[in-house]
């Protein structure tokens, strides 16, 4: 194992533990995947608990896509995988089962094409428009199929009654991007029913051509 490959493990495992920590996911729900130096998967195990992931365990794909060392991947390898062969730049991928963004994705009048709404500049930013999925019972290949379906317009997806999924270029960029889709979607629950002032429609015209976002 190189020492790039090693510290990639520790990094995923840290992340996972600080998500896990913090209540952004429980018991044994979430995955988390990287892409390694030789173009091959770190991905976390079926059944594994982001509070608890071993580095030696994770499981490890070759860039053929046969897994070579580690535990059982995660049910969800069709939904990471989808995001690694359709988006250009995808270095991780994490999905959450994160409590108020599944809330949110409950409730009626969400639009699909964009489901959170624009309150602060951050999603916006680390996220570009974020599609919402119908249920898919989970491990369903069909998840991929329908990430495959955005044809890499979208860095992040929500799993109506489910939860989040965010590709990033690196691992912790992936992360921040989760939070703050978590972050966004607490803040609509908290505003719900009470005319909040979000951004103007010039204000996020402003935020994509400044930060030249990808708006599709």
Known sequence: MTPAESRLRETLCELAASLYQRGLTHGSTGNISART???????????????RLDPARLARFDDRGRQIDGDPPTK???????FYDTRDGTGAVVHLHSCHSVALSMLPGQDPDNFLPPLTPYAIMLLGKVRLLPYFRPGDAAMGDAVRGLNGRRAAVMLANHGPVVAGKTPETACNAIEELEATARLALM???QDPQGLTAEQVADLITVHGISWE
């Open 37 to 51: 130096p030789d173009g091959g998967l770190l991905v976390s195990p079926t059944g594994s608990s982001f509070g």
């Open 76 to 82: 969800e390898m069709a939904l990471h995988k989808a």
């Open 191 to 193: 505003l719900r029913g």
